[in-house]
Nanobody, 124 residues
């Protein structure tokens, strides 16, 4: 069983930056692909970024390419999402998730464990 705790959300002005963190406990995340998803009110949950177990492969949604960076520190059992040049449309609850495979995966159904979510609000 994996327990994930998201943190780092908050209120920021457009153009600002935030760094989200997701710390895992219960077992090592070194063999798990990890993803960041977000859900805005009235919208479905969408993938934002993902990283393979080794960290060698990453994926970004088109809407965040060039602005967001996903990374992992397997020694700390933690993944990060660095978000720069934030826009009001980035406002959402952000969730990290762990997959049962180390291969890069990007569909929600391939993730088995989820954090509780952290709110990101970007003001214009």
């Amino acid at each position: 069983q994996v327990h994930l705790v998201d943190s780092g959300g908050g209120l920021v002005q457009a153009g600002g930056s935030l760094r989200l963190a997701c710390e895992g406990s219960g077992r090592t995340l070194s063999y798990s692909a990890m993803g960041w998803f977000r859900q805005a009110p009235g919208n479905k949950r969408d993938i934002v970024a993902a990283i393979s177990g080794t960290g060698f492969r990453t994926y970004y949604a088109d809407s965040v390419k060039g602005r967001f960076t996903v990374s992992r520190d397997n020694a700390k059992n933690t993944i990060y999402l660095q978000m720069n040049s934030l826009k009001p449309e980035d406002t959402a609850v952000y969730y990290c998730a762990a997959a049962s495979t180390g291969y890069l995966v990007i569909t929600e159904t391939q993730y088995n464990y989820w954090g509780q979510g952290t709110q990101v609000t970007v003001s214009s």
